[in-house]
Antibody, heavy 115, light 108 residues
């Protein structure tokens, strides 16, 4: 299984960004997927999870209403649309397969929110 | 929200020694407790799931125990590659999925 994130960048506060996670080596549509982030020098924070079909989504309170998780099972790709970005959203964002634990993980993509 | 508290924050040991890391939950999580290892510049790696089951490819020196609110990750004899940060995570009552703040295992 390989998960490859992309889309991380430097963005101004209030801006938007879309992260992608391309998956291979698994039957993508059968697995829930998640985003987990890690601020510089800090611990892990769960961000969001989407069911295999995409019909159910879950969010941390810290991102609810600003971030949207989605997936395209025809493309084996997971997305995270991030709007109204804040400085505290600065982190490495990892995608991971969610099967009652996070395994495996991608290598992460860095999002920096700064003016 | 279930809060996970890990102790100690930092553990300084030598190779060959035994490491004992603790994770305490603010309410019972049954056996739905997971441990990860993270090395600098790398993504976390699954070590233990459901409190005591080693993930695929994890050496037998890693073991997990506990249930309810108190959990332990034990490394029986430290190898140089084991020095890293360890996180616990619960899936008993989510959302949210929550992590502990981590224990840094450093070489003494």
């Amino acid at each position: 299984v390989l998960l490859l994130e992309s889309g991380g960048d430097l963005v101004q506060p209030g801006g938007s960004l879309r992260l992608s996670c391309a998956a291979s080596g698994l039957t993508f549509s059968t697995y829930a997927m998640s985003w987990v982030r890690q601020a510089p020098g800090k611990g892990l924070e769960w961000v969001s999870t989407v069911s295999g079909s995409g019909g159910s989504t879950y969010y941390a309170d810290s991102v609810k209403g600003r971030f949207t998780i989605s997936r395209d099972n025809s493309k084996n790709t997971l997305y995270l649309q991030m709007n109204s970005l804040r400085a505290e959203d600065t982190a490495v964002y990892y995608c991971a397969v969610w099967n009652s634990n996070f395994d495996p993980w991608g290598q992460g993509t860095l999002v920096t929110v700064s003016s | 929200e279930i809060v996970l508290t890990q102790s100690p924050a930092t553990l300084s040991l030598s190779p060959g020694e035994r490491a004992t890391l603790s994770c305490r939950a603010s309410q019972s999580v049954s056996s739905y407790l997971v441990w990860y290892q993270q090395k600098p510049g790398q993504a976390p790696r699954l070590l233990i799931y459901d409190a005591s089951n080693r993930a695929t490819g994890i050496p037998a020196r890693f073991s997990g125990s506990g249930s309810g609110t108190d959990f332990t990750l034990t490394i029986s004899s430290l190898e140089p590659e084991d020095f890293a940060v360890y996180y616990c995570q619960q899936r008993s009552d989510w959302p949210p999925i929550t992590f502990g703040q981590g224990t840094r295992l450093e070489i003494k």
